[in-house]
């Protein structure tokens, strides 16, 4: 079973500061998924990662293959990045995804 | 982007009513996910479809049902809540081919009193 595991669980930061958030996973995958959750639930896919890295304006994924670990990063972080940051994988020809338990991130003006 | 919808958005009920929580898309979509997710918890898979008449339960055991009669509509079924299904269940879907991007639903807060 594939086991997913995020660190922090919990961040706060000040407006401005470069965020990252890393996940690790236990066994080979097929894609590794950063999703965001707000408050009330609703959840946008980020990014969906095989190899390297990407870049979608202040968000930066990348994914080591070899160490099974994976970071999200915020540059000049901002109140409304605030939301639990959520990592999950997939595997072989399977479309299931596993989820890490998220990290919570609170960003204060 | 995928349309989703789910209704209710918050539904609170008695022990032992029948409930349906719908999902629908209008993007098209093949596949089709139902999640279920405590507060402060990660995300479990309860049922999925790959596509019309198609539905397989998930990782986690669920007394809920799913039916899959059009591609646009994934119903779930409780047919007797318990307060133990008190918890917020999250459709999502999955376009066709070899891509493993969701896109999720509002999600519906269910409360069994």
């Known amino acids: 079973k594939n086991e997913v595991e995020q660190s922090p669980q919990n961040l706060t930061a000040q407006e401005g500061e470069f965020i990252t958030i890393n996940c690790s996973y236990s066994?080979?995958?097929?894609?590794l998924h950063w999703l965001q959750q707000h408050p009330g639930g609703g959840i946008v896919s980020l990014f969906m990662l095989s190899s390297g890295k990407k870049k979608h304006g202040r968000l930066i994924a990348t994914i080591n293959i070899q160490e099974k670990h994976s970071s999200l990063h915020i540059t000049a972080s901002h109140p409304r990045d605030s939301a639990v940051y959520i990592c999950a994988v997939s595997f072989g020809s399977n479309y299931k995804l596993t989820f890490g338990k998220g990290t919570l991130l609170t960003v204060n003006p | 982007e995928a349309d989703i919808y789910q209704t209710p958005r918050y539904l609170v009920i008695g022990t032992g009513k029948k409930i349906t929580l719908e999902c629908s898309q209008t993007?098209?979509?093949?596949?089709m996910y139902w999640y279920q997710q405590d507060p402060g918890m990660e995300l479990h898979l309860i049922h999925y479809?790959?596509?019309?008449?198609?539905?397989e339960k998930g990782d986690l055991s669920s007394e809920s049902t799913v039916s899959r009669i059009r591609t646009e509509h994934f119903p779930l079924t409780l047919e007797s809540a318990r307060p133990s299904h008190t918890s917020q269940y999250l459709c999502a879907t999955g376009s066709s081919g070899r891509t493993d991007t969701q896109y999720f639903g509002p999600g519906t807060r269910l409360t069994v009193l």
């Open positions: 066994v080979g995958i097929s894609a």
């Open positions: 479809s790959y596509g019309v008449n198609s539905t």
């Open positions: 993007m098209g979509h093949d596949k």
